[in-house]
């Protein structure tokens, strides 16, 4: 990514002092309240000169009113107009009931030298491949316990159609049915149902394949999402807010899954090996409500989506592109020029929300220094919005360690703030659109999640598309039951060899 923020080599002490930090801090509380602080002495001049007034004044008061009867009422009309009108149209608040991530069986684990071993003999990869490999898999971030699908333990592997409809239903029913169990939510009771995988779309869908598992009622509204990548969810969750607002008192559920059996690489082209050693088995189930009774025992309620997409630009729209090799053997290439692409997907996407967000102090510091730098001939560095003063927590998409590095330094946050999205994919690997829940579990199992708290997940996707969604805690969270990280947590943060 383009921006970078260098320290100073002459005042080094000064921009890391402590002092700096209060000042700045003090002038975001000034900036944040500054419409408070200009209100309270105006009500106090309104307070004191009602506690000055005596009966003759109120009468007073009174028969002015009642000769201009006509403007009271005409008045008292807009104001009813105006808001039955503001009620009617305004937004629908949705709420995330709850959620469910798919833990997969310990029989499904693969270690480093199980995957090497694998590899090796199935006889599809060269030397040159399976060193390649090797190196990208150390350098990954994934740990020893993450997951690949049955298919892929067989030697030789065994990506057949059945096999690949067995691991989407393991993992969207795994999912579902925690969901179901964990809200007391009859299946019946769904309304909208949104589906999305990326690379596996069979007949009938994935959707249709849930509506025959749980026998969701005639009228539903289902939809299946494909060949969006692995921000996909965060779509899947915005399409699922808009039919929401169209249709009331009703719940929406979204699943959110890749499916790894046939769409594993077995030729030799580097750009299209590293999906092999990063994408493992995962998926999640969030069930939304637009019910006003559902907000006392709501996890979270939405507060924006912003999408981006860079798909007009030829070099975004190929940097991650499912296609045959020389030999004829199908997977995804990944672009050498994928990290550049992501930053500029990432600034556009923080350009749009950055003003829905941020308290008014930063806004004004990059407004600031933005007309500086274009009145100005001389560089000015650009600003940097602190978004730590907008957002408690970050579920960034666990796509490799490579782009949460890139997130943590050019969002300047703390090791704290990745740290969900490193364990996460420490533990899962790349669970393609279901990282972010993976992590938001991972916050809470971790006892973090307090009421008001703000989240942003943000997420990476083919196409190029960079998409993100805010989320504010409604309570103090504990993990739901059967959580992925339930027997494990106590383990993490763990230290991750580079």
């Known amino acids: 990514m383009d921006v970078q923020i260098q320290q100073s080599r002459r005042l080094p002490d000064f ?9 700045k801090l003090g002038y975001h509380y000034l900036m944040t309240y500054l419409l408070t602080l200009c209100l309270i002495p105006l009500m106090a001049v309104i ?32 104001l009813v107009f105006g808001t039955t009108v503001y009620i009617m149209t305004r937004p629908r608040p949705v709420y995330l009931v709850d959620y469910a991530c798919y833990r997969p069986p310990s029989h499904l684990q693969v270690k480093y030298h199980q995957f090497m071993e694998h590899s090796r003999l199935t006889g599809d990869f060269d030397d040159s491949s399976l060193e390649f490999q090797r190196k990208i898999l150390e350098r990954s971030g994934l740990g020893e316990e993450t997951y690949v699908p049955e298919a892929m333990h067989f030697i030789p592997p065994r990506p057949t159609m059945a096999a690949a409809r067995d691991e989407a239903e393991q993992v969207m029913f795994g999912a579902l049915d925690k969901l179901f169990l964990n809200t007391s939510v009859k299946p019946k009771d769904i309304g909208i149902l949104v589906v999305n995988c990326s690379l ?67 030729g030799n082209k580097k750009s299209m090996l590293i999906p092999n050693c990063l994408f493992r088995v995962g998926g999640a189930a969030i069930l939304l409500s637009n019910k006003s009774v559902d ?3 709501a996890k979270y309620k939405l507060v924006h989506v912003v999408r981006t997409h860079r798909g007009a630009d030829d070099k975004a729209f190929r940097c991650v592109y499912q296609e045959q090799d020389g030999d004829g053997k199908v997977g995804v290439s990944l672009s050498k020029d994928l990290m550049a692409i992501a930053g500029g997907a990432l600034k556009t996407n923080i350009t749009t929300l950055g003003p829905l967000v941020l308290p008014i102090s930063e806004q004004l510091l990059f407004f600031a220094t933005l007309v500086a730098k274009k009145l ?114 106590d383990k993490y943060p763990c230290k991750i060899v580079t």
Request: proline share 4%.
């Open 15 to 23: 921009l890391q002092s402590v002092n700096l930090k209060y000042v």
């Open 376 to 489: 100005s001939n001389a560089k000015v560095k650009p600003y940097i919005p602190d978004f730590k003063l907008a957002f408690d927590h970050f579920c960034i998409h666990a796509g490799g360690r490579a782009v949460i590095d890139e997130l943590e330094k050019n969002l300047q946050l703390l090791p704290v703030h990745v740290e969900a999205s490193r364990m996460a994919l420490h533990r899962f690997g790349n669970t393609s659109s279901s990282s972010i829940w993976y992590e938001l579990a991972y916050i809470e199992a971790k006892g973090r999640m307090r009421k008001g708290n703000r989240v942003w997940q943000i997420a990476f996707g083919s196409g190029f598309k960079c998409n993100s969604a805010v989320w504010q805690a409604l309570q103090n969270l504990k993990p739901s039951p059967n959580g992925p990280w339930e027997d494990c947590i």
């Open 200 to 266: 596996f779309n069979p007949t009938p869908s994935l959707s249709a394949m849930i509506v025959n598992k749980y026998k969701l009622r005639g009228n539903i509204r289902s939809f299946n999402l494909g060949g969006m990548g692995c921000s996909a969810g965060v779509i899947a969750v915005d399409l699922a807010k808009d039919l929401l607002q169209v249709h009331r008192n009703t719940y929406a559920v979204v699943v959110s899954t890749e499916n790894i059996t046939q769409n594993w690489y077995f």
């Open 47 to 78: 307070l004191v000169e009602a506690a000055q007034m005596n009966p003759e004044d109120v009468r007073q008061l009174w028969l002015h009113l009642q000769y201009n009867l006509v403007s009271v009422i005409i008045c008292s009309a807009f």
């Open 295 to 297: 907000k006392r025992r």
